[in-house]
């Protein structure tokens, strides 16, 4: 069965830290998707990456990155020098390589970014 | 382009009620998928539709139903609605979904239903 774990339920930094949101998953399929989602206090999901089994480089976006470890199934996200307009609701997700439309969310990561 | 709508975006039942809830995916998109979201549980996939067909369903019991038209656009309908029911329902399009090659899905900004 697939499944994705996000044990920090709720994390809270000053603006300008950097912060790291840890996303483990399992499944039992060689060929996947992992992606991460935020949704801010509108409800919407908005896509921010995602990230084939295939392909383990690291990525980096402006002040986002992402790290991507298929030893350790951790798909790990990194805000660098936080602004209040991060905070929100993390989601990491899981799905098969042929089936997008079916996406495993892990149960969030709430981030609060003090001014 | 217009964004995935959903409507109505707050709705208040009691229990028993039944209720419909609307998705309009992005213009040219098929595939239309429905989430539940619960603090609880989290988000979960409830079902996906293309061309009017329901392709893959999550693990809901079958008061949760849905159906899609020709014009792409879907609907859900909960039927005999429980305190548990209460939650936010996020719709999401793709341009196909599925088996194809990847095609990023879109959530619409839901509909918060709460079950009195």
């Known amino acids: 069965a697939q499944k994705v774990t996000q044990a920090q339920t709720e994390i809270s930094v000053v603006e300008k830290e950097d912060v790291t949101l840890d996303c483990v998953y399992e499944t039992r399929d060689t060929t996947y998707y992992l992606f991460w989602y935020k949704q801010p206090p509108s409800g919407e999901l908005v896509f921010l990456i995602r990230r084939n089994s295939f392909d383990e480089q690291n990525e980096i976006s402006g002040r986002y990155s992402w790290n991507f470890q298929k030893s350790t199934s951790s798909f790990n996200f990194t805000i660098t020098a936080s602004q209040v307009v991060d905070s929100a609701v993390y989601f990491c997700?899981?799905?098969?390589?042929?089936?997008?439309?079916?996406?495993?969310f892990g149960k969030g990561t709430r981030l609060h970014i003090l001014p | 382009k217009a964004g995935v709508t959903q409507t109505p975006r707050y709705l208040i039942k009691t229990r028993g009620q039944q209720v419909t809830l609307s998705c309009s995916p992005i213009s040219g998109h098929r595939s239309v998928s429905w989430y539940q979201q619960t603090p609880g549980q989290g988000l979960q996939f409830l079902f996906e539709?293309?061309?009017?067909?329901?392709?893959n369903k999550g693990n809901f019991p079958g008061r949760f139903s849905g159906r899609q038209f020709s014009n792409s656009r879907s609907e859900m309908n909960v039927s005999t609605l429980e305190l548990g029911d209460s939650a936010l329902y996020l719709c999401?399009?793709?341009?196909?979904?599925?088996?194809?090659?990847?095609?990023?899905?879109?959530f619409g900004p839901g509909t918060r239903l709460t079950v009195l």
């Open positions: 539709y293309f061309s009017e067909t329901q392709r």
């Open positions: 999401a399009s793709s341009l196909a979904g599925g088996a194809s090659s990847y095609n990023e899905q879109f």
């Open positions: 997700a899981l799905s098969e390589m042929n089936r997008y439309d079916k996406i495993i």
